[in-house]
């Protein structure tokens, strides 16, 4: 298995870019993630009807997208079940790839991030097969290898409606040079079947298995209903006995670390030769731990270097942050 970490640790990754500073997953939220130091950016991938990958953090993109603004589509907004989750809205996979591209992104979460959102409109959604051209191009601009960390989203929820994911991911890899381990590579998902998938097609990278602090995933879910293998159980030495077998690392809700077995988790994990990843290192006090909040309101910053110091003490291998020149200062210096 490929276990590749730079010597830096730990891995500075901008988590959807820079969206501290720009509307999430467009290009000038990750070109400004490598101007401020990440290591590697996060783009989470979902298809088109028309299996094109795109680069949203969901499928349903009313949030993200300029979507209700385009009459012509009015007739797409429905309601799906996603992962046991019901949503209303639009999705990716009811529109062909150049519906999508006239589109324009906007901010997830204007009321804590007004200058963010005032780049709303601005820029067009991007395929994966963009942000591995613009990986490239801004590895040759700063003069370092920079990376990828893919997130596979709803694997199987696509499936169900026709779209194998691994293949997507394999197709736009290999046409782009980053199949064989030509580039740093990390693939991640919350469900282990399209990791296995993918690996079974010979793509080189790193696979890291992502672990929410409660649940279970939707893989396990589809097949096994209420008696599915839970999250936590692949927290426990067995579970991670388990996972070293299939997967090169895991990458775990920051909550989980900043519990008093956060250090052992980590060194249980690294005791199997297993990378450990937390998510995600946010300064806002909406989305600090209570103990490092502050005065000010939600979108005011807390305490968030005592809160990343206890992070960075467990030895944690790789951070997503929303900053990335913050979580360079904090992380690094």
């Not at 989470?44 to 209700?68: K, M, P, W």
């Not at 893989?219 to 692949?234: F, I, K, N, P």
């Not at 946010?282 to 209570?290: M, S, Y």
């Amino acid at each position: 298995m490929t276990r590749r970490i730079p010597l830096d640790v730990p891995l500075l990754i901008g988590h959807r870019g820079a969206p501290g500073y720009r509307p999430e997953h467009t290009a000038s939220s990750y070109r400004l993630a490598f101007a401020m130091g990440a290591d590697a950016v996060e783009p989470d991938v979902v298809a088109t009807g028309d299996g094109v990958l795109v680069i949203r953090h969901e499928n349903e993109i009313s949030g993200t997208t300029d979507v209700a603004d385009h009459p012509e589509f009015a007739d797409r907004r429905t309601t799906k079940r996603v992962d046991g989750v019901l949503l209303t809205g639009w999705f990716t996979e009811d529109f062909t790839w150049d519906e999508l591209a006239t589109l324009r992104c906007r901010e997830r979460i204007p009321a804590l991030r007004p200058t963010s959102a005032g780049f709303d409109d601005t820029e067009p959604i991007l395929r994966l097969s963009d942000l591995l051209a613009l990986v490239a191009e801004a590895s040759a601009e700063h003069g370092r290898e920079l990376g990828i960390v893919l997130e596979i989203k709803h694997a199987t929820f696509f499936a169900g409606v026709g779209h194998d994911l691994a293949a997507l991911v394999e197709r736009d890899l290999r046409a782009a040079g980053w199949g064989s381990g030509e580039h740093p590579l990390w693939i991640e998902s919350f469900e282990q079947t399209v990791l296995g998938d993918l690996r079974g097609r010979g793509v080189q990278g790193t696979y890291v298995y992502l672990l929410e602090a409660e649940g279970a995933p939707a893989d396990l879910v589809a097949r096994d209903g209420a008696v599915a293998s839970a999250y936590a159980e692949c927290l426990t030495p067995t579970g991670l006995d388990g996972l070293a077998e299939v997967v090169d690392g895991i990458s775990v809700d920051k909550l989980i670390l900043l519990r008093s077995t956060g250090c052992e988790l980590v060194a249980e994990a690294h005791a199997r030769g297993l990378v450990a990843f937390t998510w995600t290192c946010r300064p806002e006090n909406a989305f600090l731990d209570r103990r490092y909040r502050a005065g000010g309101g939600k979108a005011a910053f807390g305490d968030y270097r005592a809160e990343w110091a206890a992070i960075a003490a467990t030895g944690v291998d790789g951070v997503f942050v929303d900053h990335p020149d913050i979580g360079l200062a904090a992380f690094r210096e």
